[in-house]
Nanobody, 114 residues
Framework: VQFVESGGGLVQPGESLILTCSAP????????MAWYRQRPGESRDWVAN???????MYKSTARGRFTISRDNAKNTVTLQMNDLRPEDTAVYYC?????????WGQGTQVTVSS
C-alpha cells in the first residue's frame, strides 16, 4: 500500500489549503485514516484521524481550524486547513491510523509564511 498526498503549497498566514490523499486498496472503507505532519527538525506527528463511521479526532492545535473527511467511493481522505499559521509549516502525510510503517508516501509540503 502506498499513499499519495497532494495539495500543498506556499500560503500566507490566515489563508487556507485543502490536502488530498489517495489510498489504494479494497478495504479503504473499513480502515481508519489519518493525517500526520513533520515540521522542520521534528519527528512526524499525528494531526487528525477519521474512522470508518466518520467520527473525527484532532490534535488540539488543529481542532477548530482543520477538518478531516473521507470519500469511500473514491478512496480519498481530505484535510481542509483554515486559518493557517507559520507553525503549521511542515510536510503533511496520510496513512492508516495507526500507521503502516512501510507505506509512507512522499508527503506534500505546506509552507505558511508572509
Amino acid at each position: 500500500v502506498q499513499f499519495v498526498e497532494s495539495g500543498g503549497g506556499l500560503v500566507q498566514p490566515g489563508e487556507s489549503l485543502i490536502l488530498t490523499c489517495s489510498a489504494p486498496g479494497n478495504s479503504f472503507s473499513e480502515t481508519a485514516m489519518a493525517w500526520y505532519r513533520q515540521r522542520p527538525g521534528e519527528s512526524r506527528d499525528w494531526v487528525a484521524n477519521i474512522i470508518p463511521s466518520g467520527l473525527q479526532m484532532y490534535k488540539s492545535t488543529a481542532r477548530g481550524r482543520f477538518t478531516i473527511s473521507r470519500d469511500n467511493a473514491k478512496n480519498t481522505v481530505t484535510l481542509q486547513m483554515n486559518d493557517l499559521r507559520p507553525e503549521d509549516t511542515a510536510v503533511y502525510y496520510c496513512n492508516q491510523h495507526p500507521p503502516l510503517e512501510n507505506s509512507w508516501g512522499q508527503g506534500t509540503q505546506v509552507t505558511v509564511s508572509s
